[in-house]
T-cell receptor, first 109, second 112 residues
């Protein structure tokens, strides 16, 4: 059974600190997505990672993909309150997205 | 380009009733997928439609069904509603060339 596991599931950070969210998955996939979800809202696409070694950065967020280790990371640099949200990784299996449990991030001043 | 739209945005139904949700994809997109989000089970794939045909299906009971029209708009139907069907239902559309899915705002269904 395909599993996508994120850790941590809850993350309370102070502004200005760095942290990493991990996403492990159990089967081969050539495409991984990161999404952001604010409370009561839909999913906002952050990154699409297409190949082994892919690294993408947008503002204070950087995502990477290691297909051999079946691992993706979402690194947060110098966190700010506006980054408070739930972050999901999702693995694409023939057009079907399998999501991780989500990481609820809270950034406190 | 307009994004994915879903109607209604909020819905309250009673156990045993049925409900129909609608999704209009981005113009030119022929693939529409549906996902259910609950606090307990997280985000789960329901089904995907492409050119009016179901192309992929998740592990949901037969009470959950869908269809797609020639204009690519899709509807999802849930019959004999149960309390556990309370969820945020998201649809996503995808273009023919890409594989990225673009999500709509969702329909919040509450079953009482």
């Amino acid at each position: 059974e395909l599993k996508v596991e994120q850790n941590p599931l809850f993350l309370s950070m102070q502004e200005g600190k760095n942290y990493t969210i991990y996403c492990n998955y159990s089967t081969t996939s050539d495409r991984l997505y990161w999404y952001r979800q604010d409370p009561g809202k839909s999913l906002e696409s952050l990154f699409v990672l297409l190949s082994n070694g892919a690294v993408k950065q947008e503002g204070r967020l950087m995502a990477s993909l290691d297909t051999k280790a079946r691992l993706s990371t979402l690194h947060i640099t110098a966190a700010v309150h506006d980054l408070s949200a739930t972050y999901f990784c999702a693995v694409d299996i023939i057009g079907k997205l399998i999501f991780g449990q989500g990481t609820e991030l809270s950034v406190k001043p | 380009k307009a994004g994915v739209t879903q109607t209604p945005r909020y819905l309250i139904k009673t156990r045993g009733q049925q409900v129909t949700l609608s999704c209009s994809p981005i113009s030119g997109h022929r693939s529409v997928s549906w996902y259910q989000q609950t606090p307990g089970q997280g985000l789960q794939f329901l089904f995907e439609y492409f050119s009016e045909t179901q192309r992929n299906k998740g592990n949901f009971p037969g009470r959950f069904s869908g269809r797609q029209f020639s204009n690519s708009r899709s509807e999802m139907n849930v019959s004999t509603l149960e309390l556990g069907d309370s969820a945020l239902y998201l649809c996503a559309s995808k273009g023919d060339r890409g594989r990225e899915q673009y999500f709509g705002p969702g329909t919040r269904l509450t079953v009482t």
